[in-house]
C-alpha cells in the first residue's frame, strides 16, 4: 500500500467511525471514557514497556536530556493521564447545546444546536500523555482523532490508543474502533498527504514549536486551529498602581517563562518610566532576567542602576517579535498609549495583552483596541489557560480568529448545525 | 510598482483602516451608512456612466446575455443598493456583544465579547451591486474590506467603492479611506499575492461558481469562508405524509432551481415508493423536470407513468454529486433511514437536506445524524438563507465546520475575544 493509500485508509475509517460517534449518548461516552482511564491504570505496565523500547531508540538517537525527559512515562505519569480522562467523563456534554432558537413567521422553528466536528488530526511533539488528554477531549466532543505524535514516542503513543479502543470496545460493543488511531509511520510526508484530504478530515490542531505550526499550516488543505508563538506584552500606563505594575510584570515574566502566555515585552509610558524602570528591575534581577531595551529604556536603566546584576543591552529589531521561552524581556518606552496599542497590534502575536492603569476610559480603550485573544487589564497574561479560565481540560490556545480563539476546552471542539422544524412549509 | 508591492500595499492600508474601525460606536458606522446610500441614490448617474463603460468591454469581449444581464445595472438596481445599505444600517451592531461572563475564584472577571475580524477579501463574480452589499456589511461588522469583482465590472466596482467612501468621509472626518477598497487591477494573478497576506488580511470569502470557490481555497493561505455548491437531498420517508412530500420535493426542486439551496436528489424509501413516485411525478413534469434514477426507481417510474412527459433516464455515478441548477432530479430508491443518512453523507455537500417523516423518533435520528449545515423536518430546504432565517442581510452560506456555518448575516461576521479584569491578579 502507497503512503497515500494508507493515509486515505486511515482518514476514510476516521470518517466512518465519525459517522457513528454522533449517535453516542453522553452516558455511553462517558462509560467509555472511564473504563479507558482504568485501562490506562491497569495497562501501565505494557504502557512502560512500549516507553521504555521509545526511550531506547531516542537515546541512541542522540536526542536532548530535556527531550529524553518529556518522553518519559513513569507511574506517576500515567496516573495523571488516567486523572486527566476522569475529569473528562465529569465535564458536560459539548454537543447537543441549544445555541440560539427561533421561530419564523412562517412557522418553522430554528435551533442552533452544537454538533461534532467529525474527524480531528492532532499532531504534537514528544510528550505521550497529550495522545491520552487530546483523543479523550475530542472524543467527549464526538469526534474522531488521528493522533500524530514524534516519532520517537511511536511505541508510547500506539500502546496509549491502543489500550483506550480496547477498553472502550468491552463497556460498548458497538464503540466504533478507529474513532481513535495513531499514524502508524513515522515518515514525514505521511503530515501533507494526510492533510491534503478535505474530504475526510474536518480540522488540524498542531500543537509543539512555531517551526511544526508552521510546517504543518503550509501544507495543509484543511482548517487548521493554531497559535504559532505568544508574545505577550505587559502595558504599564501611566496611571499605573506602581506595586501592582511591578507584581504584574514580574509574574508575566519570571513565573513560568517557557509557556506561551509569559510575556515577552514591557512597554512602560514616558511618563512614569523613571521611577518605573528601576522600581521593577530588582524583581527582575532576582531572576536572572536578561533586559533588550530601546534606546530610552536603556538610557533610564544605565544612569539608574549601580552595578546592574543582569544584562542590560539594547535591542534589535527581530526582538520585539522574539518568543523567548526564556529569562529575556524586552523592554521600551512608549508615548501613552495609543503608542503602545500600535506597538502590540504591529509586532504582538494576537495572544494575551496586559494594561495596568487606574484609569477605566483607558482600560477600555485599550480591551477594545488590542486585536488579542485575551486583553487583560490590571492581570498577569499568564491566566490564558483553560483550566484558568474554567473551562476544564484545555486542548491548545487559538490566536486564529476564524472558529474558537483564545485558551480551547471541550466547548470550543464541537461545531453547530441549524435544525429546522416544519409542518410542510414551502416556498 | 510589482504587483507583489501593490498588493501589499493595498492589504497594508486595509489592516491600517481596520483598526480604525474598532474605535467606531454604532451611531458612527450607521450614519455613515445612511450617508453611502443617499450617496449611492444621487450618484446614479456617474454609477450608470461607469457600468455603460464596462457593458462596452464586456460586450466586445463576448459575453453571454446572461452575464451582460449580470453586469448591468438600471436606476431600479442601484436603488436597491442603496436601500441594501440602509436596512444594514439598521440592523443591531454585532460588535460588542458580550457572549459569555464568569468570574473566577481569584476574582478575575472573564467576559467573552465579539470583536471585529479585521481584514476580510470577497471574490465575486459579474454583479456589480454586491459590491456595495458586502462593503457594507463587513462595514457595520467593523472590518476593512477587499473587493475583487469580476473583471467585466471593474469601472463600476470602483465607482460604487468610491462613492460610498467619499460619502462616509463627509460625515466623518476620520473615516478611514482605506476601509472599502476594490482591487484596481484585474491580473488574475493578485488573487494568489493578496491571499498570501496572512500578517494583513482575516479571512476571505468567495462568491460565486464551484470552480472559482476550488480555484481561491487552493491558492489561499489565508482562512477561507465558503460554500463549493449545494448538493440537497429530501428524503421521503415510509411514515410521510405523502401530499406534504410531494409540495416539499416540487418546491424544493422547481421554486428557484438556481440557487445553492435547490434539491438535486429526492430519497424515497423503498416502502412507500410504488405510491410516492407516481404522486410526485406530475408536480415535477409540470415544471419540465427531467428525472435521473437509479435501476428501482427507474423501474417504478417505467412501470406506471404512462407516456411520461420529461426525460427519464437512468442516473450515472457522478449526477449524486452534482449540482444541476437546472430542472434535472436525481431520484433513488433507499432501504430505510440508515441508507439515506448514509447516501446523503457520503454524496451531499452538506448544505441543507429534508426528512419528510411523521415520525418523531426517525426525524430526530435525522437530524442528528446528517452532517450538513442545515437539516430540515418536513419543510422545503429552500429556507436556508440569511432573510428566511431573519438574519437581515446575508453576506452568504457557508458549509465549513470552523468558524460559521449555514446562512451568514452580521453576527457571522465577526470574532471573539476575552476581556480580563483583574485587581492584580498574577499566578
Redesign the interface.
Known amino acids: 500500500m502507497s503512503l497515500t493509500e494508507q493515509m486515505t485508509a486511515l482518514a476514510k475509517q476516521a470518517k466512518i467511525a465519525s459517522?457513528q460517534l454522533?449517535?453516542l449518548t453522553r452516558q455511553q461516552k462517558d462509560a467509555c471514557l472511564l473504563a479507558m482511564a482504568d485501562a490506562i491504570n491497569s495497562a501501565a505496565p505494557a504502557i512502560l514497556a512500549a516507553n521504555a523500547a521509545d526511550l531506547k531508540i531516542a537515546s541512541g538517537m542522540g536526542l536532548s536530556s530535556a527531550m529524553l525527559e518529556r518522553l518519559e512515562l513513569n507511574e506517576k505519569k500515567i496516573a495523571g493521564m488516567a486523572d486527566g480522562i476522569r475529569e473528562v467523563a465529569g465535564l458536560p456534554d459539548p454537543v447537543g447545546k441549544l445555541l440560539d432558537d427561533?421561530v419564523?413567521p412562517n412557522g418553522?422553528k430554528?435551533r442552533k444546536i452544537t454538533?461534532p466536528?467529525?474527524v480531528v488530526v492532532i499532531i504534537y511533539e514528544s510528550r505521550p500523555n497529550v495522545t491520552a488528554d487530546a483523543a479523550s477531549l475530542c472524543f467527549k466532543a464526538g469526534s474522531a482523532t488521528i493522533l500524530r505524535g514524534g516519532k520517537e514516542a511511536l511505541n508510547s503513543n500506539r500502546m496509549i490508543a491502543d489500550v483506550m479502543v480496547r477498553a472502550a470496545s468491552k463497556v460498548l460493543p458497538n464503540f466504533p474502533e478507529h474513532a481513535i488511531q495513531v499514524v502508524p509511520t513515522t515518515d514525514r510526508a505521511a503530515i501533507p498527504e494526510l492533510l491534503s484530504l478535505t474530504s475526510y478530515i474536518?480540522?488540524c490542531m498542531p500543537r509543539g514549536g512555531e517551526g511544526l505550526i508552521r510546517a504543518v499550516t503550509?501544507c495543509s488543505k484543511v482548517?487548521v486551529?493554531k497559535h504559532y508563538k505568544g508574545v505577550c506584552h505587559v502595558y504599564v500606563d501611566g496611571a499605573a498602581?506602581e506595586k501592582?505594575g511591578v507584581?504584574?510584570v514580574?509574574?508575566?515574566k519570571c513565573?513560568?517563562p517557557s509557556v506561551c502566555n509569559a510575556a515577552e515585552t514591557l512597554l512602560v509610558d514616558k511618563s512614569i518610566a523613571g521611577t518605573f524602570l528601576p522600581a521593577v528591575y530588582p524583581g527582575l534581577a532576582a531572576h536572572n532576567v536578561e533586559l533588550r531595551a530601546d534606546a530610552s529604556a536603556l538610557g533610564i536603566l544605565q544612569s539608574k542602576l549601580n552595578n546592574p546584576q543582569t544584562t542590560i543591552r539594547a535591542a534589535c529589531e527581530p526582538d520585539w517579535e522574539t518568543e523567548y521561552n526564556d529569562y529575556i524581556l524586552n523592554v521600551k518606552i512608549v508615548d501613552g498609549i495609543n503608542d503602545a496599542i500600535?506597538h502590540i497590534?504591529t509586532h504582538g502575536s494576537g495572544h494575551s495583552d496586559v494594561i495596568v492603569t487606574a484609569d477605566e476610559t483607558l482600560?477600555n480603550k485599550f480591551?477594545?483596541?488590542v486585536?488579542?485573544?485575551?486583553?487583560?487589564?490590571?492581570?498577569?497574561t499568564?491566566?490564558?489557560d483553560g483550566g484558568?479560565?474554567?473551562m476544564g481540560a484545555e486542548i491548545g490556545i487559538s490566536t486564529?480568529?476564524?472558529?474558537a480563539?483564545?485558551p480551547m476546552g471541550l466547548d470550543e471542539l464541537v461545531?453547530?448545525?441549524?435544525?429546522?422544524?416544519?409542518?410542510?412549509?414551502?416556498?
Not at 486585536?371 to 498577569?380: C, F, L, T
Not at 486564529?400 to 472558529?403: L, T
Open positions: 459517522r454522533t449517535t427561533r419564523r418553522l430554528l454538533a466536528l467529525g474536518d480540522l503550509e482548517p486551529i498602581d501592582m507584581e504584574i514580574v509574574n508575566a513565573q513560568r500600535a497590534n482600560a480591551l477594545q483596541e486585536d488579542s485573544a485575551a486583553v487583560y487589564w490590571n492581570a498577569s499568564r491566566f490564558t484558568e479560565f474554567g486564529d480568529k476564524i472558529g480563539r483564545g461545531t453547530y448545525k441549524w435544525h429546522c422544524l416544519g409542518a410542510g412549509q414551502v416556498r
